[in-house]
C-alpha cells in the first residue's frame, strides 16, 4: 500500500563551490525543465535572490502554491519546508513539484501528527475545525478550514459570529491570539513553532527600553507576552510592509531573521535587529531562524534539478479533502475582499 504522502530521495553529492558558475547551471535547467523556483522569506538570500531574478517568486506557503497554480511553468521547485511542497501540490496536482530538501520539515507540523489530530477532532465532533497552513495535507483534509496568519482572526471571528465553536491547531500562540482577538469559544492544540516560541518578553521588553525609538515587529505565532510588546502584530508579508511604510528607521524583529533580506530590499537604509531568544532558562534552540529552511541551498537545488528526486506525491483521497479547506478560506477572502495574496506565516 502506497502512503499517503511520499518523496523520493535525494542522492548524497558533493558540494559544488563556484557558486557563479553553479547558479548559471540552475537558470539553465529551469529554462529547459519549464521549471519555476518559488522561495520563502525564510529562506537563504541567494534563494530568494534566484527566484526574483528567474522569474520565480518568494512569499509565504500559500501565495507560493498560488503562483505556482497561475503560473505556465510545468515544475515548481519549492525552496522552503514539507508543508509548503505539499500546499503546492495539493493546489496543483497536475504539475510537478520538487522540494530542494525533502527532510526540512517544520515543528508545528511534527506537533500535530494526524492520527493523534483525527482522534483529537472525533472526540470533539460538535467543534468546527480549524487548522493553521503549517499542518500536513492529512491533517489539513480533516480539516473544516484551513487558515493563514492574516486571515485567520477574520475567519475565526466569522464562525463565531455563526455561533460556532472552534477546534483550533497547531499554534497555540497563535490560536490563543486568534481567541483573543475573535472572542470565539476555542479547544487549541498545544503546538508551537520551533523559532518564535523562543522570543523572551522580558528580554524583548529590556531592549525596547534600550532602543526607544525603535518599532516592534511580532508574528503572532510569538508568546503572549512577547505580542503585548508589538507595535504591529501580523504575517510574513505584514511586517515587510510595516517595515516599509512605518517612519522608524530601527526595528526589533520577532520573527525568523530569514525575512530581513526582504525588509531590507523594501526599506533599503533602515536597521534591523532580531528580537531576544536568550533569558533565564533558553535554550537557543532556534536562535531567530528555523533549522529546516536552513537546509535549502543552492547545491541541492542543483541536484534536485539534475535528477528529479524530491518529488511530493500526495495519495489523491487525501488531496480532495485538503483542497476543500484551503478553497474555502480562499473562496472566503474573495468574498470578504481580503488580499489572497501574502496571507501565510510562514
Not at 32 to 52: G, K, M, S
Not at 72 to 87: I, Y
Not at 153 to 176: E, M, R
Not at 212 to 217: C, I, R, S
Request: with cysteine; aromatic share 6%.
Amino acid at each position: 500500500m502506497q502512503p499517503a504522502i511520499s518523496i523520493s530521495p535525494l542522492p548524497t553529492q558533493a558540494p559544488r563551490t563556484d557558486q557563479a558558475a553553479l547558479i548559471a547551471h540552475i537558470k539553465q535547467m529551469l529554462v529547459a525543465q519549464n521549471a519555476v523556483l518559488v522561495a520563502h522569506y525564510y529562506t537563504a538570500p541567494e534563494l530568494q535572490e534566484l527566484a526574483d531574478e528567474t522569474g520565480g517568486y518568494v512569499s509565504d506557503s500559500l501565495d507560493m502554491a498560488r503562483f505556482g497554480h497561475e503560473h505556465a511553468a510545468k515544475t515548481l521547485v519549492v525552496a522552503g519546508v514539507r508543508f509548503m511542497g505539499e500546499t503546492a501540490k495539493i493546489l496543483n496536482p497536475e504539475k510537478r513539484v520538487l522540494m530542494i530538501d525533502s527532510a526540512a520539515t517544520c515543528s508545528l507540523d511534527e506537533d500535530c501528527p494526524a492520527a493523534a489530530f483525527t482522534a483529537f477532532c472525533d472526540a470533539h465532533p460538535e467543534r468546527t475545525v480549524v487548522v493553521y497552513s503549517n499542518t500536513s495535507a492529512a491533517v489539513k483534509a480533516r480539516a473544516d478550514w484551513v487558515v493563514t496568519s492574516s486571515i485567520a482572526v477574520k475567519v475565526v471571528a466569522h464562525l463565531h459570529a455563526q455561533g460556532k465553536k472552534i477546534l483550533w491547531a497547531p499554534d497555540k500562540h497563535l490560536g490563543h491570539y486568534v481567541q483573543q482577538v475573535s472572542g470565539a469559544d476555542m479547544l487549541i492544540w498545544d503546538g508551537s513553532c520551533i523559532v518564535h516560541n523562543e522570543f523572551k518578553a522580558k528580554l524583548l521588553a529590556d531592549m525596547k527600553a534600550a532602543h526607544p525609538e525603535a518599532g516592534v515587529l511580532v508574528h503572532p505565532e510569538s508568546p503572549a507576552g512577547v505580542i503585548e510588546l508589538a507595535d504591529v502584530v501580523g504575517s510574513t508579508t505584514a511586517l515587510i510592509k510595516a517595515a516599509k511604510e512605518l517612519p522608524n528607521q530601527t526595528f526589533i524583529v520577532a520573527t525568523d531573521n530569514g525575512i530581513f533580506h526582504k525588509m531590507r530590499e523594501a526599506a533599503p537604509g533602515k536597521t534591523f535587529m532580531e528580537a531576544p531568544t536568550g533569558g533565564v532558562g533558553a535554550t537557543c534552540k532556534s536562535c531567530a531562524h528555523c533549522p529546516w529552511m536552513e537546509m535549502n541551498n543552492l547545491n541541492k537545488l542543483a541536484q534536485v534539478l539534475e535528477t528529479g528526486a524530491n518529488e511530493i506525491h500526495i495519495d489523491e483521497a487525501i488531496r480532495q479533502k485538503a483542497v476543500v479547506s484551503i478553497q474555502r478560506m480562499l473562496d472566503f477572502a474573495k468574498t470578504s475582499q481580503q488580499t489572497v495574496l501574502g496571507m501565510g506565516n510562514a
